[in-house]
């Protein structure tokens, strides 16, 4: 790949022009209400130029200037679509939908007792129409895809957003090239297939490798780069902001003092973080709560940058070298989102999280036998994280953000749950196997 002045070991970024493969087929972006901003500098441009700071070099990223009213924030969502003044789509009508969002959030009254919080609640996002957060992202980005005349999309994946990508390219007509990782699951990898998309797994344990490859074929074959990092791609991660919009409607207006979400590239914890600013612009908020990201301790490079107050652009000079872990769908070896996720640690007086393997595995149980919510193992970080979460007691609301659902790793788990007892079907081989039990 022949990049001018690219930020050494970074597929396809260039501190020049940022990346933007898929701007050719961009068309009538004023009419979006957006503006590009810099999370780093502060610096700001329309849409449609460089997509890197001329300034300091970092990737930009949108800026709704929308608005909705109070009024219509009173009346419940029936999908993220709820928001459409703050999504970056033109028109309702290449809306590509499967119905994502407005997922429930649940109270875990046992895990508050468990940590000694005033109140834990979850975000199940689970609940999405592919079993993971990943379907507010692609939904945006799939529909602005469809505005920009695309026809194939590919995206980088683990698991979740294959499925998604592949999903919702099903949903739209479109074919989708899903690039995955020699890591991901097997039932992930059978998820993504059972769409349709054509399916590649790429046998090299860095994500960013993998990433080097989906751009070139996306540069040679004219495919619409859907996948989720906004350092390349920064629409399809306005998505992750409908996650605090919808808490901010289901906490009756005032968001809890902690949300804790799982991190790999940082789309999710930068994307909550730029919903609760457009929360705050509009003046329905005053603060924002305080985000904590959660790592895995094999692989924890936001952590890593956090505690030694790096830039963005110093974070990708050197990726995670090994990265080690249970949780696939963090196992991101450079922060694809950096440019937002370390600003929305440091302005919210944040945390960044790393828990070991052993600890997330217990925590995917904990969440399961105790709250009845079986999530895959990289969103059981965020209950593993929580012995850990700093000035929060009796009086705190805490947020769990699960994002993916168990039921991609069933296989997984199979050999990992209790052997189910196996009898007769008569009265005295049951009572001698209940009786026996405690
Ligand atoms: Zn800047």
């Known amino acids: 790949m022949h990049v001018r002045n690219a930020v050494r070991g970074v597929p396809g970024f260039t501190r020049a022009k940022g990346l933007c493969h898929n701007a050719p087929m961009r068309a009538q972006e004023s009419k979006y209400g957006f503006d590009f901003v810099c999370r780093g500098c502060g610096a700001s441009g329309p849409l449609g130029g460089q997509s890197a700071c001329a300034a300091c070099g970092e990737p930009m990223s949108l800026r709704a200037l929308g608005t909705l009213s109070p009024g219509y924030l009173r009346r419940p969502p029936r999908s993220m679509w709820h928001y459409f003044g703050l999504l970056p789509v033109t028109s309702r009508k290449r809306i590509v939908t499967l119905g994502e969002g407005a997922t429930p959030l649940v109270d875990a009254p046992r895990l508050a007792r468990r940590f000694g919080f005033g109140q834990v609640i979850v975000k199940n996002e689970m609940a999405n129409p592919t079993g993971s957060f990943k379907d507010r992202q692609v939904s945006v980005g799939i529909s602005h895809a469809r505005e920009c005349g695309a026809r194939t999309v590919a995206a980088v994946s683990s698991g979740n957003v294959a499925a998604a990508t592949s999903a919702y390219a099903a949903h739209a007509g479109m074919q989708a090239v899903v690039f995955m990782h020699a890591h991901a699951g097997a039932g992930k990898v059978a998820q993504a297939a059972a769409y349709g998309a054509r399916v590649i797994r790429v046998e090299s344990p860095s994500p960013k490798e993998v990433f080097g490859l989906c751009i070139e074929a996306c540069q040679r074959y004219g495919w619409y780069h859907l996948s989720t990092a906004g350092m390349y791609e920064p629409y399809n991660v306005e998505g992750a902001k409908t996650l605090a919009y919808e808490l901010y409607q289901q906490c009756g207006g005032h968001p809890p003092d902690w949300v804790v979400m799982p991190v790999g590239g940082g789309g999710l914890l930068g994307g909550v973080w ?53 949780a696939g769908g963090i196992a991101d070896d450079i922060l694809f989102d950096g440019h937002t996720a370390l600003p929305a640690i440091r302005e919210t007086n944040g945390v960044v999280i790393a828990v070991d393997d052993e600890a997330i595995i217990e925590s995917q149980q904990t969440l399961a036998r105790e709250e009845g919510l079986l999530c895959e193992l990289t969103s059981a970080v965020v209950i593993a994280a929580l012995p850990f979460l700093p000035d929060a007691d009796a009086s705190s609301r805490v947020c769990c953000v699960v994002t993916g659902s168990g039921i991609k790793e069933l296989a997984w788990l199979a050999g990992r749950v209790p052997e189910p007892s196996r009898i007769p079907p008569t009265m005295e081989a049951l009572a001698a196997c209940v009786e026996a039990q405690p």
């Open 274 to 326: 730029r919903g609760f600013l457009d929360l705050k612009r509009l003046g329905l908020i005053n603060r924002v709560p305080r985000l904590a990201g959660v790592q895995a301790s094999g692989c924890a490079p936001l952590k890593r940058a956090i505690e030694h107050g790096e830039t963005f652009l110093e974070t990708l000079r050197h990726p995670w070298p090994d990265p080690k872990t249970v």
